[in-house]
């Protein structure tokens, strides 16, 4: 069967050992304290995409929207199987909040006009908001299967998936386009030792500028094209229409971060009580005296 996959993933800072001191006095990260990752949820949502390519044999594309070194995030979605690419880097991005960066993917989503499922990961961990893939579905006005598990089914212009719930599970049927959210319900795979020698050389065409110190000649990003080896890369411009320009960045969000605060839990006193009857007849009585039981 014929069916197009659209991969949301993001670079994100890895939030492990995060402190005050990784945030602008604007609110926004300061990215280049922190080292950057892929998104784990991102992972599951590109495994997800590659199993199904692996089912029904569908075209995988990977699009992020970032800073021009999230190329990175989208060789490893070479490696790993994804067919095709998509960078989506332009200042005009800078500052965008849940509202503005859903609007920006939904429009690189609409040029993508033949996608049949667009997979996000279910939150991205410099946020936490879990907002991004619900929203693109709603600026498309297409249905939205979140938490997915896994897909059971698909076929005929429809998909079957199943979809965590509080205490158990359900299963959705939805017609396609359908966007989904993923959880972490599966092991993505490791990247591909033939496919890092294949496309270890991918790159976008600022990259190749860059490298050389010049920008490449049409003929030269042809050639990369055909190859399989060519990022593309889109501008504010190349994804949004002109007039929608106060809808990205800065001014297309309403939301911003006041304030971030370190918090180090320290442990209080503590007593070691003897594993014995003894012990814990002794305890038992401290508690009566002192009224946390009784």
């Known amino acids: 069967m ?6 949301f993933v993001k670079q994100v800072p890895d939030t492990k050992n995060i402190t005050g001191d990784a945030m602008k006095p604007d609110g926004t990260v300061n990215r280049a304290a922190l080292p950057a990752i892929f998104n784990p949820d991102d992972l599951n949502a590109l495994e997800l995409a590659l199993q199904l390519k692996d089912r029904y044999g569908a075209k995988v594309i990977a699009a992020t929207m970032g800073p021009p070194n999230a190329a ?3 060789r490893d979605a070479l490696f790993r199987g994804a067919d095709e690419t998509i960078l989506l880097s332009d200042r005009a991005f800078a500052g965008s909040d849940t509202l503005a960066t859903s609007f920006a993917l939904s429009r690189v989503a609409k040029k993508v006009a033949d996608a049949d499922i667009i997979i996000c990961g279910r939150q991205a961990i410099d946020g936490d ?20 598990q896994e897909v059971l089914d698909l076929q005929d212009g429809k998909i079957r998936a199943k979809r965590a719930i509080e ?4 299963v959705l049927e939805s017609p396609t386009p359908v966007l989904l959210t993923v959880i972490d319900a599966n092991d993505p795979r490791p990247e591909n ?11 976008t065409a600022s990259e190749i500028a860059k490298n050389k110190g010049e920008a490449a000649t049409q003929d030269e990003l042809a050639e990369m094209q055909k190859k399989g080896l060519l990022i593309q890369e889109w501008t504010a411009k190349d994804a949004v229409p002109e007039a929608e320009f106060s809808r990205l960045g800065f001014s297309g969000s309403p939301t911003s971060v ?5 918090v180090v839990l320290k442990g209080g006193d503590f007593k070691e009580i003897a594993p014995t009857a003894e012990g814990i007849n002794t305890f038992v009585h401290e508690l009566i005296e002192d009224h946390t039981l009784g």
């Open 167 to 170: 205490g158990g599970y359900e």
């Open 72 to 74: 990175n995030i989208l």
């Open 258 to 262: 006041k304030e971030i605060v370190s």
């Open 2 to 7: 014929s069916c197009t996959i659209l991969v």
């Open 193 to 203: 030792a033939f496919r890092i020698l294949k496309y270890k050389k991918a790159k």
């Open 129 to 148: 908001t879990a907002q991004v893939g619900p929203q693109i579905a709603e600026k498309l006005d297409i249905p939205q299967i979140s938490y997915v």
